[in-house]
């Protein structure tokens, strides 16, 4: 990695809300990055990410989105921002993309980067269409960079940006923590174990691996499978409901939130990807880290991902297709490589960051 520059002074405006693909990210850069250079981060809410920035040790301050309206949290950061003097300013997310940059610009500072975490919103309406217009606006002629988490996302981002103006950085995770983190599994042995983790939101299309499960028990009678959906959003009720409904609840564990992904991770065989769109998920890197396979759409992050293993990619985005990919990767199992490339890793994804933020200055 680059050798370290405490003159560089970088500030983070982060969400904060969730513990989710885009925060875990954000985290894990910060932790590789905040030994290297002068760092603050703004977070919009406490929550996790809050916990685990003040465990490192790094300098974070809570401007809580549902205490203060637009102008005010502009004005904080304003403030923040002439106190902290940064020489980058990172953004995360549209709302912090817009009010991070709109700060750092009425107080002088022009050095400003995003990073894009996922597929870009092309259906907006109303309000909030003009939210995306406006960030995209800004992205555009107010940031120096737009950072794509993925190949794939950045093609999709050339129809918002020029493409000079976007940089490719792969989300990394950071092994040896992950490591640590993994204990053993929490499932009941005796089980074949598949799951799906994620925020129970339509894009990530649970309902797809719920409709797969009676398929999959169908093709593969003589296997003992147990199921698992681990995460938790505003479908949980419908999705319980959708169980109860195709007869599967006796094979199916709804988990809700768990602050033990990894040991969970550990504890799958398959874990099932059937989002709409994906950017590079945290959860499927980690799993491919602890040898878990991934059964997953061909879109996005994914296909790059799962390059050397096409036969886990699936094409066919039904639930016949994940149902007939699942029921035939069980069988190879014990045969199957799974590993994680090393363009995947923090220190990777760190030290192509700390590049831009040099060649920014330069």
């Keep these: 990695m680059a050798p370290a520059d405490k003159n ?33 981060v ?15 040790g790094i300098d974070v301050d809570v401007f809580n989105e549902n205490q203060f309206n637009g102008v005010q949290l502009v004005w904080r950061l304003y403030q923040t921002i002439r106190a902290f003097r940064p020489d980058i300013i990172h953004t995360h997310r549209q709302k912090e993309n817009i009010l991070g940059t709109l700060a750092g610009r009425l107080a002088g500072y022009k050095r400003s980067v ?13 309000l909030r269409k003009l939210r995306v217009k406006l960030d ?26 020029p493409r000079r103006h976007i940089t490719v950085i792969h989300n990394g995770i950071d092994e040896s923590r992950l490591a640590e983190q993994a204990g053993p599994s929490p499932f009941e042995p ?11 939101e339509p894009v990530k299309r649970v309902d797809l691996f719920l409709e797969a499960i009676p398929l999959i028990l169908n093709k593969a009678k003589e296997t003992d499978f147990w199921f698992h959906v681990i995460g938790d959003g505003k479908r949980r009720a419908e999705l319980e409901a959708k169980a109860q409904a195709l007869g599967i609840s006796e094979r199916v564990t709804f988990h809700g939130h768990r602050s033990d992904i990894p040991s969970c991770l550990v504890g799958l065989d398959v874990l099932v990807m059937c989002s709409d769109h994906e950017g590079t998920p ?17 879109v996005g992050g994914l ?8 036969n886990l990619l699936v094409d066919d985005h039904s639930a016949e297709g994940y149902a007939n990919a699942t029921a035939a990767v069980v069988p190879r199992l014990d045969r199957l490589c799974v590993a994680l490339e090393k363009r995947y890793t923090a220190r990777q994804n760190a030290q192509a960051t700390l590049a831009l933020y040099q060649r920014l200055l330069d």
């Excluded at 005796?190 to 129970?200: E, K, N, Q």
């Design 190 to 200: 005796g089980f074949i174990h598949v799951g799906i983790i994620g925020r129970l």
């Design 136 to 161: 995209q606006w800004i992205g555009r002629h107010w940031q120096s960079t737009v950072i794509a988490v993925s190949d794939d996302l950045a093609k999709q981002l050339e129809s918002i940006y």
């Design 8 to 40: 560089l002074r970088v500030l983070h405006v982060i969400s904060g809300d969730l513990w989710a693909g885009a925060e875990v990210q954000a985290y894990t850069l910060l932790s590789q990055i905040h030994s290297r250079c002068h760092l603050k």
């Design 42 to 56: 703004i977070l919009m809410n406490a929550g996790r990410l809050h916990e685990e920035c003040r465990a490192l």
């Design 282 to 298: 945290m959860v499927a890197l980690e799993s491919l880290a602890l040898g878990t396979a991934v059964v997953a759409h061909n």
């Design 114 to 126: 995003r990073t894009s975490h996922g597929a870009p919103e092309f259906e907006s309406k109303g």
């Design 303 to 310: 296909t790059e991902m799962l390059a050397s293993q096409p």
